[in-house]
Structure formats: structure tokens, C-alpha cells
């Protein structure tokens, strides 16, 4: 219950987490959160703007005897990516998040969290509400759709904003501290192909379902090795094409959400059943096999379904099947510059084959730019030489670690104080920041990001550990006392 929520300590950040989640703000859908923000700083006498895309800014002034620091901007994103599981039954649009405790986490009931960035926001709420907290200039910086194309850090203007360092408060590690990320760029393929009747007459139907992977973060979490629901129902198309005919394939749905389900018709002669059906079943045992340690839940179901009335032309399902095959997913490159850090990777977020048209949508990210382009241009040669037409949009830039960051020089002693010695990792990430976007129009500016232990985000098994954000408001907080002085 949200009420059990309220109760947690520090009860100031879960409060307002736990208001911020009574209102829907799935990505491209911010009108009521924006509203909420905006009364939520007027109702405190606040400075509140609204600027020309929806991106909100609540100002407040030093506390007394701190106005000589250098002024501040705490920055974190108003939307939430909208995940459910396919037996949840609820309405991003119109509902709520439901919210519970499990042990030492909070967790939603069957749908994502969104403490990704709703414990950043929650953060500066409490804050801006405070009249105990001591803190520099403060600017509030709410931004919107960073979860599907960072389009309010991308439009965000120059010179709106006065502060000398911002803290973005969308880190998921609560013993990292970020100073670089991953820039990305949305490839889109398309395609047509004239359907084709079938008969029912001698022919088969089945449904053939991938479904139970964890998903997740295509970013932080690309290297872990998770299960995608599109490569996976590809394998077993490749495995059948030269005996199928495909009627539609739904898979996935978010771009930076690793797929956890797919969907996929096709028709074959009844007289083959028995020999499509045991090979499908014998690969899908193979492919469970492979994935037992990181995928124990993963289920490959085949059903009998309603019989279609029009399939793909053969050479066209060939082609698009082996293109998906050949189209790079996962780690495409580590760093040679820092360890273990994912320089380069692709995520085949979305595939749509249905009513004479095909869609597939992939996120690739880098923190070099060369081998982003280097890998979105093999998808996009993969994708053409299947007859599909390619776009890239969406794109935004990494943001370039800076080691000699003042305020990484004040955090890092505050968190070893904090943690008996223990040193933070100091970090870039391959998750896409708004840092390197807004660093575009605010290039004097010194940035940083750190956070809470989220886990599972973009998924519904997102969780927010509750000891771990005591540890990072008592950071925050600590941090807010101690930024450098004006020059």
C-alpha cells in the first residue's frame, strides 16, 4: 500500500515519491505532472517557469549564510517508461502507480516503478519544501521526455539557466558517482510487401509466443547477457521459414527497454505439423537451455489460433527474417579506455511485421560517436540490402567524462566520510544522460550524477532499494552544505 510507503525513512523524500506516483506521467504524455509541478512550486512561493516544451524550472534562494556558494541546479526527469506485464491490468494514462514494500525494496504491482527518475524528482521536492536544509542558489530543473528522446534537455535554451554545477540525480548505483554517458541514435527500418490470401483448406494456424524474460534497461543492463524476445523469436522463424508462411510478428515495445515478449502467426500444411512442431519444440528446449542462469522463467509457447486471412509473399519473409538474424544486438564494443565500461551496443527494441508493413526499431548507443555511426550504419546496409528504407533520428550526444570537476572533487571525500572509507566508483555508464545535451548549450557548466540502488528499470521488475536511498539523502544532503564556494 502507498500508505506503507509514507511511513518509510526519510520520510520527506518517500512522501513526495509517493505523491509524485499518484500522478500519470508515462513519456509524451507529461501534461498533468507538468501542472503538478508547476502548482507545486507556486503553492510554495516559488519562481516557477514553464518554458517553450514543457521542461519546468522552480528557483530558490540560498539559505541564510550560504550565498556565497556557487548556485546550484539539481536536474532529474519527470517521465517514466510504461512497462506492464501482460496479465497486469492497468491504464498508464489514467492511473497511478500501486506501490508496495518487500522486504528491504519498493516494488509496483505488476507494472515499472518509476523510480527512474521519481526518486531524483522526489529528492528535489523535498528540498525545495524544506525550510531546514541548507543549500546554495538552488535551481529546480524538471525536464520531460528523457525516456524517449530527451526532447526537453534537447530544448532547453541557453542562458536560462544560472547555476555554476549541476547534480542530475539519475544514477542507479548508490556508490557511483557518474562524470560520463553514452550518447544514441534511434534506427528505424521499413518496409512494405503486397499480403497475400491464403486458404484455410489443408493449412494451419499456430501462435507461437516468447514471453517470461526479465527485460530491462538497454543500456545499463545490455551487457548482462538478458534474453531479447525479437532475436529469440527470429531464431525460431529462421529455424521453420522455408515450411511457414508469416502472418504477423508483434514483439517488443519500448526503444530502451531490453524485449521481454513477442508475439508471431504463421500458417503451415497440416500435413508437416508433426515435423514443424517437433523441430520448433526441440529448439525451443536448446534455447531455454541456453538461457537457464539468466532467463529461469522463460517460456516458449505454440498454440493453435485463429486462422488469417493474408500472409507475407515468401521472398519477403526470407528477407526480413534473415535481416533481423544478421542485425547486430547486444555489446558491440567494449572500452579501451575505461574497464568494463560497454562502449558501443544495439538494442532490437521493436519489430512489427503486419498489414503489408514492417517496422523494426532499434537504440544504439555509444560514448564515442565514430562507433555509434560505425554500428548504425551496419544496421542500416543490413536493413537495406532486405529492401527496407532507413532512418536515423532522435539522436544526442555523449557526455565527455571530466576528471578534474570541482564538485567530484567535494563528493568524493563526503562519500568516504560518509561510508567509512569505502571509495565511490567514479564513472562513465552506457546509459544516455541528459548531461551531454544540456552540457551542449551550457558548456561551462560542471556536471555530475548520482542516485539510489534502482533495479530492473524499464521493466516491471523495477525496484527501489529503501536502505540504500537513506544512504544517498544523507549523501544529498551533505553535498548541499559543501558545494565550493563563487570564484
Known amino acids: ?32 505532472v507538468i501542472k503538478f509541478m508547476k502548482d507545486f512550486g507556486k503553492n510554495l512561493g516559488l519562481e516557477t517557469i514553464e518554458d517553450e516544451v514543457g521542461n519546468v524550472i522552480i528557483r530558490k534562494p540560498a539559505t541564510k549564510g550560504m550565498e556565497d556558494l556557487k548556485p546550484i541546479v539539481m536536474q532529474s526527469h519527470l517521465d517514466m517508461v510504461h512497462q506492464k506485464n501482460n496479465d497486469t491490468v492497468f491504464d498508464f494514462d489514467t492511473q497511478g502507480i500501486e506501490m508496495f514494500v518487500d522486504g528491504d525494496w519498493v516494488k509496483a504491482k505488476g507494472t515499472t ?55 542530475n540525480l539519475d544514477t542507479e548505483e548508490d556508490d557511483e558517482i557518474g562524470v560520463g554517458c ?153 572500452s579501451a579506455d575505461i574497464s568494463d565500461l560497454v562502449e558501443t551496443s544495439n538494442n532490437i527494441a521493436r519489430v512489427i511485421v503486419k498489414d503489408g508493413e514492417i517496422k523494426i526499431g532499434c537504440l544504439t548507443r555509444s560514448s564515442v560517436e565514430s562507433s555509434k555511426m560505425d554500428l548504425a550504419n551496419a544496421l542500416r546496409a543490413t536493413f537495406e540490402l532486405a529492401g527496407c528504407n532507413v532512418e536515423f533520428s532522435g539522436e544526442y550526444p555523449g557526455w565527455q567524462p571530466n576528471m578534474d570537476s570541482d564538485i567530484l572533487k567535494v563528493m568524493i571525500p563526503i562519500y568516504e566520510r560518509l561510508n567509512n572509507g569505502e571509495k565511490p566508483h567514479v564513472a562513465a555508464c552506457h546509459a544516455g544522460l541528459e548531461c551531454g545535451i544540456l552540457g551542449q548549450n551550457y558548456p561551462d557548466m560542471d556536471m555530475i550524477s548520482f542516485g539510489p540502488n534502482i533495479k530492473g528499470a524499464h521493466s516491471p521488475d523495477e525496484r527501489a532499494q529503501i536502505s540504500s536511498a537513506q544512504k544517498y539523502w544523507e549523501f544529498v544532503i551533505e553535498i548541499l552544505k559543501n558545494i565550493p564556494k563563487k570564484d
Do not use: C
Open 113 to 167: 516503478l518509476g523510480a527512474d527518475n521519481g526518486l531524483g524528482v522526489a529528492t528535489i521536492m523535498a528540498i525545495l519544501e524544506s525550510d531546514s536544509i541548507a543549500h546554495p542558489d538552488l535551481e529546480a530543473l524538471f525536464t520531460i521526455d528523457e525516456e524517449t528522446g530527451m526532447t526537453g534537455a534537447m530544448g532547453l535554451k541557453g542562458g536560462l539557466l544560472k547555476g555554476d554545477i549541476l547534480l
Open 1 to 32: 500500500m502507498n500508505t506503507d510507503i509514507r511511513n518509510l525513512e526519510p520520510k520527506a523524500l518517500w512522501n513526495k515519491f509517493a505523491d509524485l506516483n499518484a500522478v500519470p506521467r508515462p513519456s509524451k504524455k507529461e501534461e498533468r
Open 182 to 334: 553514452a550518447g544514441g541514435v534511434d534506427v528505424t527500418a521499413t518496409g512494405n510487401y503486397i499480403e497475400e490470401p491464403i486458404a484455410s483448406d489443408g493449412n494451419k494456424a499456430i501462435k507461437m509466443v516468447v514471453k517470461g524474460l526479465q527485460g530491462g534497461h538497454s543500456g545499463m543492463q545490455i551487457h548482462e547477457g538478458l534474453g531479447n524476445a525479437n532475436k529469440i523469436m527470429n531464431r525460431l522463424l529462421y529455424a521453420v521459414i522455408e515450411d511457414v508462411k508469416i502472418a504477423q510478428i508483434d514483439g517488443g515495445s519500448l526503444r530502451n527497454a531490453i524485449p521481454r515478449e513477442s508475439v508471431a502467426t504463421v500458417v503451415f500444411r497440416a500435413d508437416k505439423e508433426d515435423l514443424l512442431m517437433n523441430l520448433l519444440n526441440a529448439l525451443s528446449e536448446t534455447i531455454k537451455k541456453e538461457f537457464k542462469t539468466m532467463e529461469p522463467d522463460l517460456k516458449i509457447v505454440f498454440s493453435e489460433t485463429e486462422f488469417p486471412k493474408n500472409v507475407m509473399p515468401f521472398d519477403a519473409q526470407v528477407q526480413i527474417v534473415n535481416a533481423i538474424y544478421a542485425a547486430h544486438n547486444g555489446v558491440y564494443r567494449m
